[in-house]
């Protein structure tokens, strides 16, 4: 049985255990591959990566060189659909045979796919997550899709009609697949939040990560008319992933802002409370948000999702006809509890794997 990454870092004294958990419980946060959080985290240099995947895959992996200039009939080889759909290049193509980088040369499902598509014989090679997904944005301007959920209507903030105490709701039906990336209608609305039984039986059936921010934004939803979920990492905040009544006016899943440029993200923080407030003075006091939104909304509400006594991320909602009573105020406290208790269970999963 071919060992994964994790373990054969450790046996071979490349990191400690305690760094692989940390690696670990950083991939389940921020995503990615554990070899990327590795890197981000200074615990290993991308050669060291590279040489362990090649041994665990006994594949070979390319120099850096290769990915410097790649031939523009090398990148034209394999439509442009397939490297995005399965985030792999080609780098160097010689009559009907392609030398492909992939971070899982062994997805033989992935390699029958891409020869079948193009009739060519695929020599594949790994690399770091890291380097393919450069070269994708530098060569072919791919780069990671916003995600988007909607709760329908087409409609500009000042067009909604004052709703003061009906609450929008998402039907199961209306939470898309992060693949589809489509829009959907619901005219759905209920008197009331989600109950907790419910809420619990959303977060229990959660497999990863973005299952995670599509229950908080389905179940935030309930209360807030727009909402957009960021990750707090290190001093950058990152866009995750949005939902509501209006669509981000960019591709906020490739968002990036410094968090001491945003005045209520940092005051979040650090204080790992909620923190609400007139939108007309949050927008004053954080420009920033202009971004996001060029109509201000009544009221903005800030919460922060903390794991172990660390702010990880935070999600920004807006109310554009009434301000949230107490009771809501604490029904998405307990959302961020929820998502923060469903996060500690994904990272204890990811270990059980890595034993």
């Known amino acids: 049985m071919r060992k994964n990454l994790g373990t054969l870092l450790v046996e071979r004294g490349l990191i400690t255990k305690k760094v ?107 690399a770091t997550e890291l380097r393919i997904t450069q070269a994708l944005e530098r060569y072919l301007g791919i780069r990671r899709k916003a995600r988007f959920i909607s709760t329908g209507t087409a409609q500009a903030p000042a067009e909604i009609k004052a709703e003061p105490e009906a609450i929008r709701t998402l039907g199961k039906k209306d939470i898309i697949s992060l693949e589809e990336q489509e829009l959907t209608e619901t005219g759905i609305k209920s008197a009331e939040p989600l109950d907790m039984s419910d809420l619990n039986r959303m977060f229990w059936s959660v497999g990863t990560r973005d299952d995670v921010a599509q229950t908080v934004i389905r179940a935030g939803l309930q209360v807030m008319d727009d909402l957009f979920i960021l990750l707090l990492k290190g001093d950058t905040a990152i866009g995750w992933m949005a939902g509501g009544k209006i669509t981000p006016p960019f591709d906020f899943g490739s968002w990036r802002l410094g968090i001491d440029q945003a005045r209520i993200l940092d005051s979040v923080r650090q204080s790992r409370e909620i923190e609400r407030g007139e939108g007309a003075g949050v927008f004053a006091s954080n420009p920033w948000l202009g971004e996001i939104s060029t109509d201000i909304p009544l009221e903005v509400i800030v919460c922060p999702l903390v794991l172990k006594k660390h702010p990880v991320a935070a999600t920004i909602g807006f109310s554009w006809q009434r301000r949230l009573g107490d009771d809501e105020i604490e029904y998405l406290a307990r959302i961020m509890r929820k998502a923060s208790i469903t996060f500690e269970i994904l990272i204890l999963k990811s270990r059980i794997v890595m034993l």
């Open 20 to 126: 692989l958990s940390e690696a670990l419980q950083r991939q389940v946060i921020f995503g990615g591959r554990l070899g990327t959080n590795l890197m981000e985290m200074g615990a290993l240099r991308e050669d060291a990566v590279l040489k362990m995947l090649a041994d665990q895959h006994r594949v070979p992996y390319p120099e850096n060189r290769y990915f410097e200039n790649i031939p523009r009939d090398v990148l034209d080889s394999i439509p442009k659909y397939l490297l995005e759909k399965h985030l792999i290049i080609p780098i160097s193509a010689k009559k009907n045979r392609v030398t492909l980088a992939m971070t899982d040369p062994t997805r033989l499902d992935v390699i029958d796919e891409v020869s079948f598509r193009t009739n060519k014989v695929i020599d594949p090679v790994v």
